[in-house]
Nanobody
């Protein structure tokens, strides 16, 4: 049973910080690329950040560079997203994503249910 469970979302004032966590189980976490996506009301789901299987490479959407940091702990099967200097436009549901080779050598992709982040005064 593959599971990705996000946590850490909530209500925060502009300029504040939050740390999201995604706990993974049911697959070989260390072999998968992990990413965070977000979706705001009326908008398409967009990539926030990604990290390679061993953490050697990261990438960020331009609007998040310098404010957000993705990291992973393969011993804990967990990926994190540190969000600083939050802005109202960061308000969205944030989703955890895993991508890699699954059983039978097919490209597998898994999604969590999402966690709500609301930035408002």
């Amino acid at each position: 049973q593959v599971q990705l469970v996000e946590s850490g979302g909530g209500l925060v004032q502009p300029g504040g910080s939050l740390r999201l966590s995604c706990a993974a189980s049911g697959f070989t976490f260390r072999s998968y690329t992990m990413s965070w996506y977000r979706q705001a009301p009326g908008k398409e789901r967009e990539l926030v950040a990604g990290i390679s299987s061993f953490g050697g490479s990261t990438n960020y959407a331009d609007s998040m560079k310098g404010r957000f940091t993705i990291s992973r702990d393969n011993a804990k099967n967990t990926v994190y997203l540190q969000m600083n200097d939050l802005k109202p436009e960061d308000t969205a549901v944030y989703f955890c994503n895993a991508r890699g080779l699954g059983p039978g050598d097919y490209l597998a992709e898994y999604w969590g249910q999402g966690t709500q982040v609301t930035v408002s005064s």
